[in-house]
């Protein structure tokens, strides 16, 4: 699927920026958003000229979450979003956390629920000091069917995690990156900056480096330590400019 007016694509350089694109509803979330969304992550995933994927919003978020408002009367049964929602949701968060790429949240302003678990599937978020996350299933009658009680406790402590879902209150990116939540923050002003310092320094490193720490990162979400330590050492990846980059050294 290629990219629409809602989900723009810019690539080049070995980086492809995806855009969420309803500034004027907060780039509220929709099916449609999230199919078009699902067939690029696709697509650039089977592009070795890319090496690192950016998703973010336009204007003044990167997303509010859900837009409750495109699922019409569709009744929401037990908290639940639905299949219509949470089938082509999934597919982008898995896209995101097991591509061979590197993926990057870059939290411009607005993060909410959904965003959230967007955000949280992704290798490194970077978000302005100023911008506003918050989980507010609770606040609505939700619950998580994205992967937020699976990661969120992964990255900020179960303590943590437990006090920022069960009150639905709001968080700046400055006090996301206090809980391990964000990698890097910088004054929504500088953050295009900041973004294009990250995205520099992670292409200037091995192609082949980067899929396996990739890999094996996630792989340490999905194992006990000893399994992992298993698989770490057992699994070969492809990787071939070691020599080239060690000739200084030898």
Same mark, same amino acid.
């Given at each position: ?17 995806? &855009? ?28 070795? #000229?890319?090496? !690192? ?7 003044? %978020?990167? #997303?509010?979450? !859900?837009? $409750? ?27 995101? #956390? &097991? ?7 870059? !939290? ?11 955000? $949280? ?34 990255? !900020? ?10 009150? %639905? ?6 006090? %996301? ?56 050492? %057992? ?16």
């Amino acid at each position: 699927m290629t990219a629409t007016e809602e989900v723009l694509v810019d690539q080049g350089n070995g980086l492809a920026t995806i &855009t969420l694109n309803r500034p004027d509803a907060l780039n509220a979330i929709t099916p449609t958003m999230l199919e078009t969304l699902g067939g690029v992550l696709e697509g650039l995933a089977a592009e070795d #000229s890319v090496r !690192v994927v950016v998703l973010t919003g336009s204007g003044r %978020a990167f #997303s509010a979450g !859900v837009d $409750l408002k495109a699922l019409g009367d569709r009744e929401l049964v037990d908290g639940k979003v639905g299949d219509i929602l949470d089938l082509p949701a999934r597919k982008v968060t898995t896209l995101l #956390s &097991t591509m061979p790429k590197v993926t990057i949240a870059k !939290v411009n302003g607005f993060c909410f629920t959904g965003a959230l678990e967007l955000a $949280l599937a992704c290798d490194v978020i970077i978000a302005a000091e100023e911008a506003k996350f918050g989980d507010t299933h609770a606040k609505f009658g939700l619950r998580p069917t994205w992967g937020m009680s699976q990661r969120l406790p992964r990255l !900020v402590g179960m303590a943590a995690a437990r006090e920022l879902s069960l009150t %639905a209150r709001n968080f700046t990116g400055a006090e %996301a990156k206090t809980l391990g939540m964000v990698a890097r923050t910088a004054p929504l002003a500088e953050l295009d900056g900041a973004t294009t310092d990250l995205v520099e320094s992670l292409l200037a490193n091995s192609v082949g480096s980067l899929r396996s720490y990739k890999d094996l990162y996630h792989q340490t979400m999905e194992m006990p330590l000893t399994e992992a330590l298993a698989y770490e050492a %057992a699994t070969e990846y492809p990787i071939d400019d070691t020599a080239e980059r060690l000739a200084d050294f030898r």
